[in-house]
């Protein structure tokens, strides 16, 4: 069944989903169907970011982090940066220029501070320094594609809610053993049909037996949708909250919170393999965790290193030119005097056979 065929089921039923034939698979291959439809996708990302201080104990004063952040269907993303970093003591700020690449083999950092990069890394995992990858507030959750954990992980369809004045889907995942043990925990999903099956509310949630309920200590929703593409919907705001949560924490803490503005989408723009590969600037240090080695990348476009490279492959081509010559002339000289100890032996014969 196809993503716009799902649509019209849903929406023409929308009190019974069991009775209209509609199943989680169908959901789950519809979400699929939305997400394949953005093969790349380039976003201008403003972050809102408070966590909590394990020294301090409290939530730090919010720090603001500017990023683009493009990635394709192929796992290959690209991210560029200013981060706001704040030190320990909450007091003192300082900024930091970041770009990233992974090209689907490996990934190529630079940071440095706001005026220049410093420093160079390079590794096969496909961690970009980003404060939260798009592709979580889109089609991802916890690195996985929604739509596949809507097919694959025993979920439920649980019925029609309200969200910010309009109709959504609400699904669940089965249950999955805690991080304590014997905790329980799922993961739930708001799936908005009219708007190209955006996902617009994921969390995970633990459950609490005293209270007897769900509770969402991991929360990703999305806000103020766009059609910015015919039939993609992209939120132009995103709020993220985190708590420190058990099953028997009856007044969890809250450890963290993002609030993401986003603006100058582009979808399916065609880009070249080379925008995700990054080329290390002049003088930075890199740490190349492949082949284990570190170095200093040298310029070899100025002044004197760039003449001594020039008047070098200028001698190597003369004496390349000069070596081709030498080995002509000899082979000219040995054949010709292989040519006149041959003349000189047939005289010699005719000489000896008069003789005789």
């Not at 910010?164 to 799922?186: L, S, W």
């Amino acid at each position: 069944m196809t993503g716009s065929l799902i649509l019209t089921t849903l929406l023409l039923s929308p009190g019974s989903l069991q009775d209209a034939g509609i199943s989680t698979a169908d959901l789950g291959k519809a979400v699929l169907d939305a997400e394949a439809a953005q093969k790349t996708v380039s976003v201008t990302c403003d972050y809102k970011i408070q966590s909590i201080s394990l020294t301090l104990l409290r939530l730090l004063t919010p720090v603001m982090d500017h990023g683009i952040c493009t990635f394709d269907l192929a796992g290959r993303c690209r991210y560029e940066g200013i981060n706001e970093l704040r030190d320990g003591s909450d007091k003192q700020t300082y900024q930091e220029l970041t770009i990233g690449t992974f090209d689907g083999r490996r990934m190529k950092v630079m940071t440095g501070d706001k005026h220049q990069y410093l420093q160079g890394k390079v590794s096969e995992k496909p961690a970009l320094p980003w404060p939260m990858d798009p592709r979580e507030y889109l089609f991802h959750f916890f690195g996985k594609q929604i739509g596949k954990m809507i097919e694959q992980e025993g979920s439920q369809i649980t019925g029609w809610v309200d969200w910010n004045g309009r109709k959504v889907i609400a699904v669940e995942t089965k249950t999955y053993p805690g991080p304590e043990g014997n905790d329980k925990t799922k993961v739930r999903f708001l799936v908005d049909l009219e708007r190209g099956f955006a996902v617009v509310r994921r969390t995970i949630a633990i459950y609490r037996p005293q209270p007897n309920d769900w509770f969402d200590y991991g929360v990703v929703e999305g806000y103020d949708y766009n059609e910015v593409a015919p039939g993609i919907w992209v939120p132009g705001l995103v709020k993220t909250v985190s708590y420190g949560a058990t099953s028997t924490d009856l007044n969890p803490t809250l450890i963290g919170r993002r609030e993401i503005k986003n603006s100058n989408w582009v979808i399916n723009a065609k880009l070249p393999d080379s925008y995700f590969d990054l080329e290390f600037k002049p003088g930075i240090l890199v740490t190349d965790e492949q082949s284990g080695k570190t170095y200093q990348v040298v310029n070899v476009n100025e002044g004197k290193i760039a003449t001594q490279v020039a008047e070098g492959i200028e001698i190597y081509q003369e004496q390349k030119a000069n070596s081709s010559r030498k080995a002509i002339i000899w082979a000219s000289v040995g054949v010709l005097g292989i040519a006149l100890l041959g003349l000189v032996g047939i005289v010699l014969r005719k000489r000896w056979s008069r003789v005789l």
